[in-house]
């Protein structure tokens, strides 16, 4: 299995991410010098910029991730919403304007729910640090502005339609939450080690979805859905390596993953085989789907389209996953939880007073809170 390459555009600046619009030849490229959202057509012709002074300060990484902007498509028309450090803005055929958001909103995450009607938010409240506590949920055409459960990083619908996935990080332990677009969150999380993640990418089918991260560890993981049940776990770099981007994948039929070499690594999750392909001089900066069957990605200062093989989204698993799960109440926490390999519920993490060195960083961290309130209750 291979790749066909279609075109190569110069996008006319360094590429840190692209956002492929679900439906339309449209692209938001991140400017990898300055806190830009670019608004490109296929050809490379750009269409607007909006943000981009001053240049980021490469000294100073946190204010760096503090000044990425965040951008989100409307799933059917052209039309981008972008929150950046001089506020929220959004982009049409016909021009740029100001969208108005709740006083002392700090948006660094946005997703468009699935039907369009809404844009998701969050944080809803000024950040602080450590502080995410609701999201908003805006209706840009009248603009009414409710409150949401918290969520963060980024929302991936399932390519079937009917679930979506986000994050819920934190440092001790991040959860993968699913939900069921109108009727809320349901029971069952996976939880990760750390925080730092990126958004989970599902293949063309379903039946999978991938997560990049974290903070502490360059690491690549691959779930079964809906089981979620763990495939695949592999740390892409060391310290004394270079690094990889942390945009560099999107799953087709199989895995595509960019490299710094300027490579692109197809991988079979089922057979675990790999085969790699030539397709810079460059590192890959980022890699993403753009229309069924086609893959978009970004070597420096070019955008290189790409036709891979696709398949059919599995609706069965959609429904297999809700008919096995229960919606639970707004602010609820007490999910069942699974690493992809165990499950806890409440009253096993309770209980939890022992962990191995092998075990995972969030278990370790439960097992010892559990035993200090043990001690202090003695």
């Not at 993640?197 to 993981?221: C, Q």
């Not at 093989?309 to 599995?314: H, I, L, V």
């Amino acid at each position: 299995m291979t790749f066909e390459t279609i075109a190569r555009v110069p996008a006319g600046f360094p590429v840190e991410r692209v956002l492929p619009h679900p439906r339309l030849p449209l692209l938001a490229c991140f400017d990898a010098g300055r806190p830009a959202v670019h608004v490109l057509d296929r050809e490379g012709g750009e269409l607007a910029a909006i943000g981009g002074a001053p240049a980021y300060d490469p000294a100073r990484s946190w204010t760096r991730r503090r000044r990425t902007p965040a951008a989100a498509w409307h799933p059917e028309e052209p039309l981008l919403v972008v929150a950046n450090e001089e506020g929220t803005s959004r982009w049409t055929p016909a021009g740029t304007s100001t969208v108005d958001v709740p006083a002392g909103a700090e948006y660094r995450n946005l997703a468009f729910g699935p039907d369009g009607g809404a844009l998701w938010a969050s944080p809803s409240a000024r950040y602080e640090f450590l502080v995410w506590e609701r999201s908003d949920v805006l209706d840009l055409a009248s603009g009414t502005v409710e409150s949401a459960p918290l969520w963060d990083t980024g929302v991936a619908v399932h390519p079937a339609g009917g679930l979506a996935a986000t994050l819920r990080s934190d440092q001790g332990a991040s959860l993968v939450l699913f939900a069921e677009p109108g009727a809320g969150l349901h029971d069952r999380a996976l939880v990760l080690d750390a925080d730092g993640y990126r958004t989970p990418v599902f293949s063309a089918d379903g039946r999978h979805f991938a997560i990049r991260g974290n903070a502490y560890e360059d690491s690549l993981e691959v779930f079964e859905f809906p089981s979620l049940r763990r495939v695949l776990a592999t740390t892409l770099s060391s310290e004394d390596e270079e690094s990889w981007s942390r945009h560099n994948i999107a799953f087709a039929t199989r895995l595509w993953i960019g490299t710094p070499r300027g490579t692109l690594v197809e991988l079979d999750v089922d057979g675990q085989d790999a085969v790699e392909h030539e397709l810079s001089d460059g590192p890959v900066t980022s890699l993403a789907t753009a229309a069924p069957g086609e893959l978009v990605a970004a070597a420096g200062a070019e955008i290189v389209f790409l036709a891979v093989p696709t398949a059919e989204p599995d609706a069965g698993v959609v429904a297999e996953f809700l008919a096995a799960t229960t919606a639970v109440p707004e602010g609820e926490t007490d999910f069942v939880r699974t690493d992809g390999t165990r499950d806890w519920d409440a009253e096993d993490l309770a209980e939890v007073t022992t962990a191995e060195s092998g075990d995972p960083a969030w278990l370790r961290l439960q097992a010892a809170i559990n035993t200090a309130r043990r001690d202090r209750a003695e």
